[in-house]
């Protein structure tokens, strides 16, 4: 009885809720389509556009004469080496006397297999003998021709022994010497044809997209100066160690572009329009780069984009939400995917 009196005495006990939690307010900016400024920025080495290595097709002669060097600029067909031919010009003679008597030889078959003509079945030769008469004769011209064929040979050897520039350009390297042993493996100049040079840029995987054959860039030298190329080639592989892809920019004609240099090219983009959006609305992490995006009831959604260009504080989203979707600002702090906030719209 005491017990429930005192009961009795207090009050009872009510469990209080903690208050709702406020939506924060968070600052955000839509995806929209714009012509990206500036462009992808990419450095790389100067090659030849297209490298003729010059050999000679003979092994075993020895070089007589050298006639270029290096900086070398050189016409299609021009003497580039002599080889020589001292020992090739006696065996042509040697097989024209072989020629020679070979077609004699041929003559007296000739007349042989003609002295028995229309003396079948007449019984003055034995038909096994006129019969080889004619063999004999058809085998002195199959002798003659073989002879022929040798000599045939020979002779384009000698056509052979002045070695010549395939293409026009500029001789890049020289590594025959008078004295030399050719051999066709043994590339004997490397010329750069046409004197065109390109800038073989380095562009990493994200920027190949926005890049296409024919597109203008800015290609900047060491010294400083300034010239202007266009995109000839794009790789259609993707290193799997770096993840750059190449692009080959054709430059002008200049003294000054050397094989082997240094260039630093920008790429102009402004003709082609993209989906962006400011830099601080992309946040990295361990899964790569996303954006907090907004739902029709201001929930907020993670989702996973590929970047592309940046110019002007915007950067590209390569693939990503639409235009017109509505993304965090500041990289979304202290707001977590599925929270709903107060969305307030940032000056574009």
């Known amino acids: 009885?005491?017990?429930?009196?005192?009961?009795?005495?207090?009050?009872?006990?009510?469990?209080?809720?903690?208050?709702?939690?406020?939506?924060?307010?968070?600052?955000?900016?839509?995806?929209?389509?714009?012509?990206?400024?500036?462009?992808?920025?990419?450095?790389?080495?100067?090659?030849?556009?297209?490298?003729?290595?010059?050999?000679?097709?003979?092994?075993?002669?020895?070089?007589?004469?050298v006639f270029v060097d290096q900086n070398a600029s050189v016409k299609a067909g021009q003497s580039l080496a002599q080889l020589d031919d001292t020992l090739l010009r006696a065996q042509i003679a040697q097989q024209k006397a072989?020629?020679?008597?070979?077609?004699?030889?041929?003559?007296?078959?000739?007349?042989?297999?003609?002295?028995?003509?229309?003396?079948?079945?007449?019984?003055?030769?034995?038909?096994?003998?006129?019969?080889?008469?004619?063999?004999?004769?058809?085998?002195?011209?199959?002798?003659?021709?073989?002879?022929?064929?040798?000599?045939?040979?020979?002779?384009?050897?000698?056509?052979?022994?002045?070695?010549?520039?395939?293409?026009?350009?500029l001789v890049l390297e020289r590594t025959v010497r008078p004295g030399d042993i050719a051999a066709p493996a043994t590339a004997m100049f490397r010329i750069a044809a046409d004197d065109v040079v390109e800038l073989n840029a380095e562009v990493p995987e994200s920027g190949l997209a926005g890049i296409q054959p024919g597109d203008a860039a800015e290609v900047e030298l060491p010294g400083g100066t300034k010239i202007t190329g266009h995109v000839r080639l794009i790789s259609p592989e993707v290193d799997q160690q770096t993840k750059l892809g190449h692009i080959r920019i054709t430059l002008p004609v200049r003294?000054?572009?050397?094989?082997?240099?240094?260039?630093?090219?920008?790429?102009?983009?402004?003709?082609?329009?993209?989906?962006?959006?400011?830099?601080?609305?992309v946040r990295y992490d361990a899964d790569g780069a996303s954006v907090l995006a907004l739902q029709s009831d201001n929930t907020v959604k993670r989702m996973l984009v590929k970047t592309g260009a940046r110019a002007n504080g915007m950067v590209e989203l390569v693939d990503g939400p639409p235009p017109g979707t509505r993304v965090l600002l500041g990289g979304g702090a202290f707001v977590l995917d599925g929270d709903v906030v107060k969305p307030i719209e940032a000056s574009q």
């Open 1 to 65: 009885m005491a017990c429930l009196a005192l009961a009795a005495c207090h009050k009872p006990t009510t469990t209080t809720k903690p208050p709702a939690r406020q939506p924060v307010a968070v600052t955000v900016a839509s995806v929209r389509t714009q012509a990206l400024q500036g462009g992808l920025t990419a450095s790389g080495l100067m090659i030849p556009k297209l490298e003729a290595a010059v050999s000679t097709e003979l092994n075993g002669y020895r070089v007589a004469k």
């Open 98 to 169: 072989v020629v020679d008597q070979q077609k004699v030889a041929a003559e007296r078959q000739d007349a042989e297999a003609q002295r028995v003509a229309g003396l079948d079945n007449q019984g003055v030769l034995s038909q096994e003998q006129i019969i080889e008469r004619r063999l004999a004769a058809r085998s002195g011209h199959a002798t003659v021709a073989a002879a022929q064929a040798q000599l045939n040979d020979l002779e384009t050897r000698e056509s052979l022994m002045m070695v010549r520039a395939p293409v026009s350009g």
């Open 255 to 281: 003294p000054d572009l050397r094989p082997g240099g240094y260039g630093r090219a920008t790429f102009s983009q402004s003709r082609r329009p993209a989906s962006v959006v400011p830099d601080s609305a």
